[in-house]
Nanobody, 114 residues
């Protein structure tokens, strides 16, 4: 069955960096668009970044442009989110999502605080 397992979250100071990973299984990973979402406490879930199956097109939320980079390694069935210059507003649970399968990972907590 489809599985998405995120990792890489944690506590980081403002200005710091984290790299999230999402390992996928149960489907032909390289043919699917992948995305990252986040949800802060008391707020709606927000789309952060999207990448095509071949990795040749990406898009980002305005709030993370220039700071976050989405990428993928189809040989490892993994999608990444490199997060730099982190701000307290980036705090939340980050989840990967496969739009065509409407399937979510369990999420990984990111906390940006001094």
């Amino acid at each position: 069955q489809v599985q998405l397992v995120e990792s890489g979250g944690g506590l980081v100071q403002p200005g710091g960096s984290l790299r999230l990973s999402c390992v996928a299984s149960g489907f032909t990973f390289s043919t699917y668009v992948m995305s990252w979402y986040r949800q802060a406490p008391g707020k709606e879930r927000e789309l952060v970044a999207v990448i095509t199956g071949a990795g040749d097109w990406k898009t980002y939320a305005d709030s993370v442009k220039g700071r976050f980079t989405i990428s993928r390694d189809n040989a490892k069935n993994t999608v990444y989110l490199q997060m730099n210059s982190l701000k307290p507003d980036d705090t939340g649970v980050y989840s990967c999502y496969v739009p065509r399968l409407t399937h979510w990972g369990q999420g990984t907590q990111v906390t940006v605080s001094s």
